[in-house]
């Protein structure tokens, strides 16, 4: 079937006329319509601009002759970043109504590589979620149990992957918002290098921390993605202006003698089931040539804290823009001006990101900033220290990316902290800028775990290579949830 072929195997086909990028994406919209009623993973279809997309690569192909990997290639984008004419809501209410007058460089960029936009998915609201449960849009699937959650926030972008809705989709991670999701839906999520991807036109939730990464089947349909969306631009301040390596060229590269770093902290009360199955991969490498040595990075246990004062304290002041006077959601027949901000504000935010604008006030305020702010703005610096020290001993660090499967949907909603600790493994590599990635490396109960790799910055090409040949010895990330082959 089309939708179970790699994003390679889609492009010789197209390239061989063996399909159309028309038929393609009539297939994927036919999947669409009648699978998503069961997962709410879209917030917008936009079927007609997708098959004119369709129609316009087909031509390029017949009449320029064009070969791009992704010419042609349906995807489907995180309604975080803005999309020209297209409604970009964040998952709230507050923007529910905007039409974004202009393409995100990762759309962009993408559309420049001929890959054909199906719609956006459903996310949690502002990207502050861990279970895709606070959109405004109601929560999404997870395709491998319908009453479990697909995880947060780009839950949208990995249940429309795991249920093969589209190829290949896009999403961001703040403190894990990509890797997260990807382990709970047993898909291949990246997130790269801080500043490795523009984030101009992706909506912002913590400037310090945000970065646009890929949800795909395997780490070789990332590579080909992601090798598409990275580079500088000059229109984002924290763009790196570096070369981007050709990262499927070396997806190939043998792991002899990589030394790939043993997390100890993340094994400190790691269920044996999920210790297990690292340890089954860590096997799996070590087969491959590489050398396992244990390391400690002793302020990471801290990491949860530091995040949700630093996090909360960016979010305060990037959301202070939606204030029913410029653009989105505005309250019926304010008193006054006063009336008019307190609430649109009130009305058009969810509880979640309430709770978050308000502990980052606090935290910013008066008094306050030199005791918690400004403390982890030091914890953050000592956990960056701690990654570097270790990227002195290996090349990559393995772990597990979630502590547990998937959870019941509802399970945690009203007990913030218990949520947050979702996040424990991934949030260390947000808060250093390094990139990580997650891939699929067993089943606990039938639902799907995530091997966790995280490299030094701007070591994209080198997580790939390990995932990559990974994924060649294993058929973890093949394996497609029932009802959704």
């Excluded at 017949?62 to 999309?83: M, N, S, V």
């Excluded at 998915?121 to 999404?140: C, K, L, Q, R």
């Excluded at 984030?199 to 349909?221: N, P, T």
């Excluded at 597990?400 to 913030?416: E, H, L, R, V």
């Amino acid at each position: 079937m089309l939708h179970n072929l790699s994003i390679g195997e889609l492009s010789r086909s197209l390239n061989s006329g063996q399909i159309s990028s028309v038929e393609l994406t009539r297939h994927f919209l036919a999947r669409i319509e009648r699978l998503n009623p069961a997962l709410n993973a879209l917030i917008t279809l936009t079927a007609t601009q997708a098959l004119e997309s369709a129609a316009r690569a087909d031509a390029r192909r017949a009449a320029a002759g064009e070969r791009g990997p992704l010419l042609g290639i349906p995807l489907i984008h995180k309604d975080i970043f803005c999309t020209d004419g297209v409604r970009t809501s964040c998952g709230s209410r507050m923007l529910d109504n905007f039409i974004a007058p202009y393409d995100a460089t990762v759309v962009a960029r993408l559309k420049a590589a001929g890959a054909v936009m199906l719609g956006k998915a459903n996310m949690d609201e502002f990207a502050m979620g861990s279970s895709n449960e606070t959109s405004y849009y109601g929560p999404v699937k997870n395709p491998w149990d319908t009453t479990k959650v697909p995880g947060g926030s780009s839950g949208g972008s990995a249940a429309a992957t795991a249920a093969r809705l589209a190829p290949f989709a896009t999403g961001t991670d703040t403190g894990g918002s990509i890797r997260q999701p990807a382990a709970l839906t047993g898909v291949t999520g990246v997130k790269p290098t801080y500043g490795r991807v523009s984030r101009f036109g992706m909506i912002a939730f913590a400037s310090s921390l945000d970065q646009a990464g890929v949800f795909a089947h395997s780490a070789e349909d990332a590579a080909i993605v992601l090798q598409a969306m990275a580079g500088f631009d000059a229109r984002d301040s924290t763009s790196i202006d570096i070369p981007v390596p050709d990262y499927p060229e070396t997806l190939n590269a043998p792991l002899k003698g990589l030394k790939i770093g043993l997390l100890r902290e993340f094994f400190d009360g790691l269920e044996a089931r999920n210790a297990a199955l690292i340890h089954d991969a860590l096997k799996l490498y070590t087969s491959l040539g590489a050398q396992t040595v244990e390391v400690s990075l002793p302020h990471l246990p801290l990491s949860v804290p530091t995040y949700y004062v630093v996090a909360p304290a960016e979010c305060s002041s990037n959301l202070s823009r939606f204030d029913g006077v410029r653009f989105g959601y505005r309250c019926e027949a304010p008193k006054d001006l006063l009336d008019l901000y307190k609430r649109s504000r009130g009305e058009g935010f969810g509880a979640e990101v309430k709770r978050r604008i308000m502990t980052g006030t606090y935290v910013l305020s008066a008094g306050y900033f030199d005791a918690y702010y400004l403390q982890a703005q030091k914890v953050r610096r000592l956990i960056t220290d701690d990654f570097r020290a270790a990227f002195g001993q290996v090349d990559l660090l393995i772990g597990p990316t979630t502590p547990t499967p998937a959870f019941a949907i509802g399970a945690k909603i009203d007990d913030p902290v218990t949520m947050y600790l979702n996040d424990i493994y991934t949030i260390g590599a947000n808060l250093a800028g390094l990139p990580g990635l997650s891939l699929p490396c067993g089943l606990i109960d039938g639902l799907p775990m995530g091997l966790q790799l995280i490299g030094p910055h701007f070591s994209e090409a080198k997580l790939l290579n390990a995932a990559h040949l990974y994924q060649q010895s294993t058929d973890w990330h093949k394996q497609a949830p029932r009802g959704f082959e």
